[in-house]
């Protein structure tokens, strides 16, 4: 299957939603625009490649992916420049990630052009969905899953493949407070902490409600053998300004590798300012809190861009984080993202795709 061979029917919706969405006042996740695109494999191809108006499935109650997990998705981001067209942000870093993610669950692999024309098609129908108020984005959800109506452990045959957006405002309202976990885990050596599966995030859901209910937004995960080593916040991939460097974990097995996480790497080595991605202990973290040395600790991800860290909690300790400043690094980099992702700053690094 090549981009020329890649047909698509395409139904429009007879009655558009747009005129019932506020676009001043976006609630993430809430609206969902007009159309989805979707493909199907079966007998070892992807076909019946189609956009339709967005609505409800029909799916057996045997269906492998409600019983067994085979599961993945991806989360990505559209714009709109100046001149009021759609801009896509490293769209091909999503399409390879949802591959290795689907390697991983012996799921089929998505061809590149499968992925990027039904995305883009998608785009150029929905473009009116796509908000140009500052702050806000449309939010874009691939996803794959099992769908043999088939009751038994083993790998489906058949798979949907689906993409739908949602115009989005901001994750967070304010900066979130985030406590360090240190019963639970999120991942394992030689588990799936690495892709982007549905079973990861239902696993969280309940330690997560815990530090809600102690007054915080989320958690720091640490790693499952000795809670020593910090690894994510949440859906969000964490880093550090400490000492005039950057500071992140290193991609692992048990790590999700973030294209945002990546992006504000590569910035800060453009700038010249010196990045170390490693294992970064608790302690290391704790004791620059309690010295007034840690000038930021932020959460890193599609969803939330860049999200400073009002409080890091630690053995029933509250540690109260620096006010970010205005020339600090942490808005520095989420004020050039932005500009990048809305065609204000120029794409040295190639990143951007005009829809």
């Given at each position: 299957m090549t981009a020329d061979t890649v047909q698509i029917e395409v139904q429009q919706t007879t009655q558009s939603r747009l005129q019932e969405v506020d676009f001043n006042n976006l609630v993430f996740g809430r609206n969902i625009s007009d159309h989805m695109f979707i493909?199907?494999?079966?007998?070892?191809?992807?076909?019946?490649?189609?956009?339709?108006?967005?609505?409800?499935?029909?799916?057996?109650?045997?269906?492998?992916?409600?019983?067994?997990?085979?599961?993945?998705?991806e989360g990505m981001k559209a714009y709109k420049n100046d001149a009021g067209e759609v801009l896509l942000f490293r769209a091909i870093d999503n399409w390879k990630r949802l591959n290795k993610s689907a390697e991983r669950l012996c799921m089929p692999q998505i061809p590149e052009e499968v992925f990027m024309n039904g995305l883009t098609e998608l785009l150029r129908?929905?473009?009116?969905?796509?908000?140009?108020?500052?702050?806000?984005?449309?939010?874009?959800?691939?996803?794959?899953?099992?769908?043999?109506?088939?009751?038994?452990?083993?790998?489906?045959?058949?798979?949907?493949?689906?993409?739908f957006t949602s115009p989005v405002g901001t994750y967070y309202a304010k900066p979130p407070r985030v406590k360090v976990e240190?019963?639970?885990?999120?991942?394992?050596?030689?588990?799936?902490?690495?892709?982007?599966?549905?079973?990861?995030?239902?696993?969280s859901l309940y330690p997560a409600k815990l530090a809600q209910q102690e007054g915080y937004d989320q958690l720091i995960w640490t790693d499952a053998r000795d809670h020593e080593y910090i690894e994510e916040s949440g859906?969000?991939?964490?880093?550090?300004?400490?000492?005039?460097?950057?500071?992140?974990?290193?991609?692992?097995?048990?790590?999700?590798?973030?294209?945002?996480?990546?992006?504000?790497?590569?910035?800060?080595?453009h700038w010249g300012i010196p990045v170390e991605e490693r294992r970064i202990s608790v302690k290391e973290i704790i004791d620059a809190l309690k010295a007034g040395k840690l000038e930021a600790a932020f959460g890193a991800g599609t969803a939330v861009v860049i999200s400073p860290f009002a409080t890091i909690a630690y053995e029933g300790v509250d540690y109260a984080l620096p006010e970010i400043k205005e020339?600090?690094?942490?808005?520095?980099?989420k004020n050039y993202l932005t500009d990048l992702r809305t065609g204000k700053e120029e794409d040295i690094f190639g990143w951007m795709l005009k829809v």
């Open positions: 493909a199907e494999y079966k007998n070892g191809q992807w076909q019946d490649l189609r956009i339709v108006p967005y609505g409800d499935l029909s799916l057996s109650p045997a269906t492998a992916a409600l019983h067994y997990g085979q599961a993945i998705f129908l929905d473009a009116g969905w796509v908000p140009s108020q500052p702050g806000c984005s449309l939010y874009i959800r691939p996803y794959m899953f099992a769908t043999d109506p088939y009751i038994g452990v083993k790998a489906s045959d058949s798979y949907y493949f689906i993409i240190q019963h639970f885990i999120r991942a394992a050596e030689g588990g799936v902490g690495a892709t982007k599966c549905a079973g990861n995030y239902a696993g859906t969000m991939n964490i880093m550090f300004m400490l000492d005039g460097k950057l500071l992140t974990p290193h991609v692992s097995e048990t790590t999700l590798d973030g294209i945002t996480r990546k992006s504000i790497v590569a910035i800060a080595e020339d600090s690094f942490v808005n520095r980099v």
